[in-house]
Nanobody, 116 residues
């Protein structure tokens, strides 16, 4: 059973930084593409960043230049470094494996709140 556990969320002021982590277990971390999604209250969940098994990354336009996704294969951990945070980045952030063993997998999410 794949398990994804996010951490690192919190309350920060605009312009500050946070690093989210997602520890994966029950899967071969080296072969799975992984994603970060977020969902704000009343909004649909949106894809924020994608990182392939090989480490190639892609981002939604609204976070390009501010967010960086990375992965540590030795720790089975996915990261999202977020800088220059804005109030509109406030959301619950989810780790997602879009395809592994015929299914997709989600973590429980971690809350990020950007407010002065």
């Amino acid at each position: 059973q794949v398990r994804l556990v996010e951490s690192g969320g919190g309350l920060v002021q605009p312009g500050e930084s946070l690093r989210l982590s997602c520890v994966a277990s029950g899967m071969n971390f080296r072969i799975a593409d992984m994603e970060w999604h977020r969902q704000a209250p009343g909004e649909e969940r949106e894809l924020v960043a994608r990182i392939t098994a090989g480490g190639a990354t892609d981002y939604v336009d609204s976070v390009k230049g501010r967010f960086t996704a990375s992965r540590d294969y030795s720790r089975n951990t996915l990261y999202l470094q977020m800088s220059s945070l804005k109030p509109e980045d406030t959301a619950r952030y989810y780790c997602h494996v879009p395809y592994y063993r015929g299914s997709e997998w989600w973590g429980q999410g971690t809350q990020v709140t950007v407010s002065s």
